[in-house]
T-cell receptor
Framework: EDQVTQSPEALRLQEGESSSLNCSYTVSGLRGLFWYRQDPGKGPEFLFTLYSAGEEKEKERLKATLTKKESFLHITAPKPEDSATYLCAVRSEAAGNKLTFGGGTRVLVKP | DAGITQSPRHKVTETGTPVTLRCHQTENHRYMYWYRQDPGHGLRLIHYSYGVKDTDKGEVSDGYSVSRSKTEDFLLTLESATSSQTSVYFC?????????????FGSGTRLTVV
């Protein structure tokens, strides 16, 4: 059974204070690790897909990295508009097209 | 230009009544999913569909049923609503071959069972 654990559950940052979110996973045959952003009252929005250890993706102040057991989402010099819940999910050989999600990290960036 | 539309967006219902949530997608995706999102549990899969009239259970399927009569539409029915089914429900879809985006999500339905 695929398992995904995100930490911390919540993160309060000052504007400009860089930090990292962790996503630890256990899967049989990783076929993709996904990061989503979710704003209150809305559905998750796609950020990144990573497929193999060592891979990195960047978008504005966000950078996602992947190892064989975990992924990190680094937020560099965050702004208040980066406040959201960040979700991590995995797709595995065994699960086919279904994704397994972690519990999310709620990020609040204060001005 | 929403790829997935969920209706209603909010609903309050009484314990014991049947409730149907609707999901409509314009992506022509083969796969569709229903998840519920609760504090402390994240997104949990209720049911999914891998084609018209082809559905299967997820990890939290008790008390729920689904139907898919057309590619575009996926219905979730709570046969007899209970307070434990108060939640936010998300519909999602994906294409064949494993989309690089994972899923496309709807905006959610907030259901309150009183």
């Amino acid at each position: 059974e695929d398992q995904v654990t995100q930490s911390p559950e919540a993160l309060r940052l000052q504007e400009g204070e860089s930090s990292s979110l962790n996503c630890s996973y256990t899967v049989s045959g990783l076929r993709g690790l996904f990061w989503y952003r979710q704003d209150p009252g809305k559905g998750p929005e796609f950020l990144f897909t990573l497929y193999s250890a060592g891979e990195e993706k960047e978008k504005e102040r966000l950078k996602a990295t992947l190892t064989k057991k975990e992924s990190f989402l680094h937020i560099t010099a965050p702004k208040p508009e980066d406040s959201a819940t960040y979700l991590c999910a995995v797709r595995s050989e065994a699960a086919g097209n279904k994704l397994t999600f972690g519990g999310g990290t709620r990020v609040l960036v204060k001005p | 230009d929403a790829g997935i539309t969920q209706s209603p967006r909010h609903k309050v219902t009484e314990t014991g009544t049947p409730v149907t949530l609707r999901c409509h997608q314009t992506e022509n995706h083969r796969y569709m999913y229903w998840y519920r999102q609760d504090p402390g549990h994240g997104l949990r899969l209720i049911h999914y569909s891998y084609g018209v009239k082809d559905t299967d259970k997820g990890e939290v399927s008790d008390g729920y049923s689904v139907s898919r009569s057309k590619t575009e539409d996926f219905l979730l029915t709570l046969e007899s609503a209970t307070s434990s089914q108060t939640s936010v429900y998300f519909c999602a879809s994906s294409g064949t071959g494993g989309s690089v985006y994972g899923y496309t999500f709807g905006s959610g339905t907030r259901l309150t069972v009183v």
